[in-house]
């Protein structure tokens, strides 16, 4: 049996940077994860996809951000079992907690941090009769990586961000970007909005409104797509493509962890977020996109606060009576589990007589 101070399941930014904030309380860590590899949705779906929110990054890549979340995190020497998902939760007489997965891995620990981000996900697939005959044959749910639609035709359907964001980075790499939306208006960021429509004046996006793509052409690879108008007097469009991507979102699924008692409220898990984000189950917390409170906002910057926050509590919960003096980063330096001691100089100021 893996045992550790606090168990963490998801290993999603927010999972990571829990880590860190653990590691400054000397806290050990171990994290669970369905996924191969760490990174959550930002390595699996879109590693390659720009992030604009993240404070002191103007601009950075998803998987980029991961990476920088692993070297962080690397003198807290966490331990990782991928590729398995959190099935049960036990509490045993002591009051820590035994967590098994699929695969019969056993955690114990007295902290559950419950980080899975929206949980499972599976892609919102348009109504097209024949459109799993070319999954992976020129229909694609999310992009991992844009390369692949280097010089290629392609035809992105949806009006929220992710389909903005992405008509418009393609535009550097695919030789013909059509973006369709059945609606006139878009429901992504404004800057956003507006970038694809002065994009679409200069020709460098074909924009189609108030349309939907309704029919997909080709034998053993996709060859061309039909969108048909919502105004009846406009003619079908036919477009020869050589990938179609409707981006219309990903369906989240709690998955097991829905069956361990939680407090859910809309596929969500309820928490006080006034204090700790501690959940219905004493020792168990959700941070993250996982979580739901007043006032929730679902962003990776909120998942960073809230993972500092959970982890003063927590720790007061692992070690009882303990008094724990919080002291910036700036003042008492980072010293990690392998050794490692990071801190700013020290000044030397002489006085003069």
Not at 1 to 13: F, N, R, S, V
Not at 42 to 69: M, R
């Amino acid at each position: 049996m893996i045992k550790t101070d606090m168990l963490i399941i998801g290993a999603g930014p927010t999972g990571l940077f829990t880590v860190f904030e653990a590691g400054l309380l000397k806290l050990k860590t171990h994290l669970i994860d369905a996924l191969p590899q760490p990174g959550g949705q930002c390595s699996e779906i879109y590693p390659k996809k720009p992030i604009y929110d993240i404070p002191a990054f103007p601009e950075i890549l998803a998987g980029t951000l991961v990476d920088n979340l692993m070297e962080q995190i690397k003198p807290f020497e966490p331990g990782f079992t991928l590729g398995e998902r959190a099935e049960t939760l036990d509490k045993l007489e002591d009051g820590s907690f035994v967590v098994t997965t699929n695969k019969g891995t056993k955690h114990n620990a007295p902290v559950v941090v419950i980080a899975g981000g929206l949980g499972s996900f599976e892609p919102r697939k348009p109504p097209i009769s024949n459109i799993v005959n070319f999954e992976d044959t020129g229909v694609s749910y999310m992009i991992k990586d844009p390369e692949v639609y280097r010089d290629k035709k392609v035809v992105i359907a949806g009006g929220g961000d992710s389909a903005l964001d992405w008509a418009i980075f393609l535009t550097d790499v695919a030789a013909e970007v059509t973006l369709v939306h059945r609606r006139d208006e878009f429901r992504g960021a404004l800057d956003s909005v507006e970038k694809a429509s002065e994009l679409a004046k200069l020709g460098k996006i074909k924009l189609i409104t108030k349309a939907e793509v309704k029919e997909l052409h080709g034998e053993n690879e996709l060859k061309a797509v039909v969108i048909k108008h919502t105004d009846k007097e406009k003619e079908d469009t036919y477009l020869e493509v050589d990938n179609f991507i409707p981006l219309f979102g990903l369906s989240p699924k709690l998955g097991p962890i829905g069956d361990w008692g939680l407090e859910i409220q809309k596929n969500a898990i309820k928490v006080n977020n006034a204090k700790d984000y501690q959940t219905n189950i004493p020792g168990v917390y959700a941070i993250g996109d996982v979580n739901t409170y007043e006032g929730k906002l679902k962003l990776i910057l909120s998942g960073f606060h809230e993972a500092a926050v959970m982890c003063q509590y927590a720790y007061q919960q692992i070690n009882p009576g303990k008094r724990f003096v919080m002291k910036y980063t700036t003042v008492g330096g980072v010293e990690g589990f392998d050794g490692s001691k990071k801190e700013a100089k020290k000044e030397v100021v002489q006085s003069i007589a």
